[in-house]
């Protein structure tokens, strides 16, 4: 949370006061740093800067244009999986020559509108997918990249709902179902298999799942190579994690001391997919205490005027995050306990909640804030990747604006929604 600290009593965003821009653009309001963003884009190329790597910014995790233009112009590719994502990515000046895509469920329609840009690369899940993107590449006179996305059974210990690498997962191929495409790849004629990416899900605290994995891909590279396809690309994807809690966690350089002499062994050229690494510490939800309320039972709810529909990520996954007023005598603790919330002088114990009829629009549930009162403003942190990307409009609420903080100049990179916003697109019926 460097880019995010409180000088005095107050938070800052880089040389921003917090409470300067909310005072200019109200709330719910998500806030980034520019250099935050930069600077973990930088750490990680550094990490991995022994191979040729290409990082391939995950835009699910934060699609706006402003934030992939900046990484765009860092040279940044980008991970796209939707034809949405794909005119985000174009659209913020990025490279299709940098861009790769994946998800199982390519549609005929977003693989041309991806030929059509000539995207580096395609990550394939399935045989039947191969076998569209060949049929499509063939009617636009095109050759399609393609990495198959290996499933290589690997439990990378995460949330149940972001494991991706299991057998029992939607996603990628088995090994011995990827072999058989191998060995038909002629089949394929416009197609060419020149790589294989491996996602294991999403945060991973340890170094172990990459590695056990790279070393699985090791072997099936040589089989490949010896059936006489080269694999010239190895896609390790996303998944490295970040402190949600304010403890000390792994970082780019652990990741790549332990995955680098595997990928130098394999030959190839890298391709990472982060997405939380660089954007969830560099973006925070501002929220507005609307009312307190307290009942006989000696519940204490915090209403504020965010809710699930902005960060959807502590109903879903039952997700940790920090939270703490911006404007505040007492110090934000330097770590805090998921499990156990402390108490001090000046504190209570709170849930913070939103105004979504939902049981489950909780922020935080009995957790130690420094007392409230309305009007205050609170910082939801660890918000810059799946916030804004997974928010909605549920109960008819206009999603949040979005700002950029650029040292002491900041900008709204999303207008806040409207009413009119909100039915835009929408007819009477004429039946
Ligand atoms: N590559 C692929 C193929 C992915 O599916 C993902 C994320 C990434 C890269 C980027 O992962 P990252 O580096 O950001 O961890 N909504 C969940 C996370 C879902 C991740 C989906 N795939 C959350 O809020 O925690």
Redesign the pocket.
């Known amino acids: 949370m460097d880019a995010f600290e409180y000088r005095g009593k107050t938070l800052f965003c880089e040389d921003v006061k917090i409470e300067d821009i909310i005072g200019d653009v109200g709330t719910p309001t998500y806030i980034y740093s520019k250099n935050a963003i930069l600077a973990r884009y930088s750490e990680l190329k550094t990490a991995f800067s022994d191979v040729d790597t290409l990082i391939c910014f995950?835009v699910?995790?934060n699609s706006n244009l402003s934030i992939c233009r900046c990484l765009a112009q860092e040279g940044s590719g980008f991970?796209v999986?939707s034809g949405g994502e794909l005119f985000r990515a174009i659209n913020a000046g990025g490279s299709p020559s940098k861009i790769v895509f994946?998800g199982v469920g390519k549609t005929d329609k977003e693989i041309k509108y991806a030929l059509e840009n000539n995207v580096f690369m395609f990550?394939v899940e399935s045989i039947s997918e191969l076998e569209h993107i060949s049929r499509l590449a063939g009617g636009l006179d095109k050759r399609a990249h393609v990495a198959l996305r290996i499933n290589p059974d690997i439990d990378a210990k995460t949330h149940i709902k972001?494991t991706?690498g299991k057998k029992e997962n939607k996603f990628g191929i088995d090994f011995s179902t990827a072999e058989k495409i191998i060995r038909k790849s002629s089949k394929y004629s416009n197609v060419s298999l020149s790589g294989l990416h491996v996602?294991l899900g999403?945060?991973i605290y340890t170094v172990d799942p990459y590695v056990h994995a790279l070393k699985k891909v090791l072997v099936f590279i040589e089989r490949c190579r010896s059936t006489g396809v080269d694999i010239e690309y190895v896609n390790v994807?996303?998944?490295?994690c970040i402190s949600y809690t304010g403890e000390k966690v792994i970082r780019s350089e652990a990741y790549a001391i332990k995955m680098l002499p595997i990928i130098k062994e394999m030959q190839c050229k890298l391709i990472l997919?982060?997405?939380?690494?660089i954007m969830g510490n560099s973006g925070i939800l501002v929220t507005n205490v609307i009312y307190r309320k307290e009942t006989v039972h000696g519940k204490k709810f915090i209403i504020c005027d965010a809710a699930m529909n902005d960060l959807i990520?502590p109903a879903l996954?039952d997700?940790f995050h920090r939270i703490w007023p911006v404007n505040t005598n007492i110090k934000l603790p330097a770590v805090e306990n998921p499990k156990r919330s402390v108490i001090k002088k000046g504190m209570e114990l709170v849930d913070i909640v939103g105004p979504v009829c939902e049981s489950s629009d909780v922020f935080a549930f009995g957790r130690a804030l420094p007392k409230l009162k309305e009007g205050d403003l609170l910082a939801i942190f660890s918000a810059g990747?799946?916030g804004f990307t997974?928010s909605s409009s549920y109960n008819s609420r206009p999603r949040a604006c979005e700002v950029l903080v650029d040292g002491k100049k900041y900008c709204i990179i999303r207008k806040r929604e409207t009413y009119e916003d909100l039915i835009r697109g929408e007819e009477f019926t004429k039946c």
Do not use: I
């Open positions: 995950s699910k995790s991970d999986v994946a990550n972001t991706t996602h999403s945060p994807g996303g998944g490295y997919e982060p997405g939380r690494y990520r996954y997700a990747a799946y997974m």
